[in-house]
């Protein structure tokens, strides 16, 4: 199968390219670096040419709204478009589960292409997994210094590289719609992740919304669950 992975530069989209790559497929990576370019369409219809299914995994690190909808936005009615005018079959996107409930401003853009994508033209599978163990770790570097900050909430942390695994298993059968959630096999804060990666800097937690705090980006009815303990991943870092 010819596959191409959105947004297949990044952390989660070389996981992605890996795992497709290690299967069997023919992988396209889409990004500015091989290009193409999301926000314009620029190179697009060459990269999709016999391109059965389209993993998009691009993100942006815009936290307002308006910067949050506007990329997601474009990029997908960009792909989309340009998916349907090369005949692909299965469009599948990562999305974060709990976006419905929470109103931040880079969720409601999540929101958005979501809508997007399954009014769009071509088949869709839309997969929404929890926070990654790696968000812990990202959450640290993001402030020098020896105090840390982390939001007050509760996740189901899973490991990225099962996240890839699904996306690329559901990118091998037939468009699911919303497809089950996957998060990780434990509660945790987030708070307690960054402490156990924080070598002994303090960290603080700041409320970051109640419908986080209160468990709004936990899965509810079912949900595959990964394996993998933050623990695990963490002393395997």
């Keep these: 199968m010819r596959m191409a992975v959105a947004g297949g530069t990044g952390w989660v989209g070389k996981l992605v390219v890996e795992r497709a790559r290690e299967r069997g497929h ?18 697009l219809d060459d990269a999709l040419r016999g391109v059965d ?9 815009a936290l307002s709204r308006k910067a949050s909808v506007a990329f997601f936005e474009t990029e997908t009615r960009n792909l989309l478009a340009a998916e349907e005018r090369a005949g692909v079959r299965h469009h599948i996107v990562l999305s974060i589960v709990g976006i419905d409930r929470v109103d931040s401003g880079y969720y409601i853009g999540k929101r958005r292409q979501e809508e997007l994508a399954l009014a769009g033209p071509v088949p869709v599978t839309i997969l929404r997994a929890t926070q990654f163990h790696e968000f ?9 210094g020896p105090v840390k900050v982390a939001p007050l909430m ?17 990118a091998e059968g037939p468009a ?9 096999p434990e509660v945790l804060t987030i708070a307690s992740m960054m402490r156990r990666l924080a070598k002994g800097k303090l960290v603080l937690t700041v409320p970051v919304g109640r419908a986080m705090a209160n468990g709004g980006v936990l899965p509810t009815g079912d949900f595959r669950s990964g394996r993998i303990t933050f623990e695990q991943w963490a002393a395997s870092r």
Excluded: H, Y
Excluded at 53 to 61: E, G, L, R
Excluded at 154 to 170: H, I, W, Y
Excluded at 176 to 184: F, I, P, S, W
């Design 136 to 144: 812990a770790a990202q959450m640290l570097k993001k402030v020098p």
């Design 176 to 184: 699911q719609g919303r497809a089950t959630d996957l998060a990780g």
């Design 154 to 170: 509760r996740s189901r942390p899973v490991a990225a590289s099962e996240v890839a695994d699904e996306l690329v298993r559901l």
């Design 53 to 61: 299914v389209v993993i998009d995994v691009a993100n942006v690190t």
């Design 26 to 43: 023919d992988v396209v990576v889409i990004s500015r670096s091989s290009g193409v370019d999301l926000m314009t369409g620029t190179g």
